[in-house]
């Protein structure tokens, strides 16, 4: 476990997750594009569910952090609620589960510290917490989380306000407040924002739809296009410029 943790340190994660409606929805194509990422130099993949993962670890020698999205009619926790749901990503390949760090109610009245106890025990598997606040924080590495992440900062009802761009602040925040690592998560768009992630004392940073989501990465160049064609036609207009149609 420590060499695992040695080889995530100032590194990259990359998240290969794409949702049922995603043109690249399949576990075939999240171990070729966590192959792309390994290509490129990342040492971690971030994954959700156990095909994906299976797929990729067949793949690639990376730790992957495996996810199990699930939802649950008795509560608001998506991300690995239950032990079941751990369970199974981990035997699928993963090294690290990561799970919903809040104190929100879980289905089935499990509870946070019971589940990473069992995942430290049961299936000897490193556990990352996401959250969305200080106090989750708090409250997840008292349940025993071995990484805190902002994965859900500006996601939930209770927790951090959403931002335009990664929540740096909650980055700052948490390291000061916390002796665990903390993998900063959630909307780096920018090689920038990484640098200052690090700067300001990340463990590691993952990385997702800024390099594995092919229709949000066109939609950003588009719509940097569109801006461009608007700012031209009014500074054409205030000059007294004319356009034939």
């Given at each position: 476990?420590?060499?695992l ?6 590194r990259i994660?990359?998240s ?8 690249l ?7 070729a ?7 490129g130099?990342?040492a ?5 569910g156990?095909?994906?993962v ?7 020698t990376l ?23 751990a369970?199974?990503?981990?035997e ?7 799970l919903d760090?809040t ?5 089935n009245?499990?509870n946070?510290?019971?589940i990473?106890?069992?995942i ?7 556990v990352?917490a ?19 992440g ?15 761009g990664?929540d740096?602040?909650f980055?700052?925040d948490?390291?000061r407040a916390?002796r ?11 090689p920038?924002?990484?640098a ?6 990340a463990?590691?940073?993952v990385?997702g ?16 296009s569109?801006h ?11 000059k ?6």
């Amino acid at each position: 476990m420590q060499d695992l943790f040695k080889g995530l340190q100032g590194r990259i994660i990359i998240s290969c997750q794409a949702a049922p409606d995603e043109p690249l929805h399949g576990a075939n194509f999240m171990a070729a594009m966590a192959r792309a990422a390994a290509l490129g130099g990342a040492a971690g993949i971030r994954a959700n569910g156990a095909a994906d993962v299976a797929a990729i670890c067949a793949t690639v020698t990376l730790p992957v952090i495996g996810i199990n999205k699930q939802a649950y009619p008795d509560s608001a926790v998506y991300i690995t609620p239950t032990f079941d749901d751990a369970r199974i990503v981990v035997e699928a390949g993963a090294k690290i589960v990561a799970l919903d760090g809040t104190a929100r109610p879980r289905p089935n009245g499990e509870n946070l510290p019971d589940i990473i106890r069992r995942i430290h025990s049961e299936l000897h598997a490193l556990v990352m917490a996401d959250l969305s606040s200080i106090e989750d924080a708090i409250f997840a590495e008292a349940a025993g989380a071995d990484f805190l992440g902002t994965t859900l900062s500006g996601y939930t009802a209770h927790g951090r306000p959403a931002v335009e761009g990664p929540d740096l602040d909650f980055i700052s925040d948490l390291v000061r407040a916390s002796r665990k690592p903390v993998i900063a998560e959630g909307r780096f768009y920018d090689p920038a924002q990484v640098a200052e992630a690090f700067a300001r004392g990340a463990f590691a940073v993952v990385v997702g739809g800024a390099v594995t989501r092919p229709q949000e990465i066109t939609r950003r160049f588009v719509a940097a296009s569109l801006h461009h064609d608007r700012l031209s036609t009014e500074s054409a207009v205030s000059k007294g410029e004319t356009f034939e149609t």
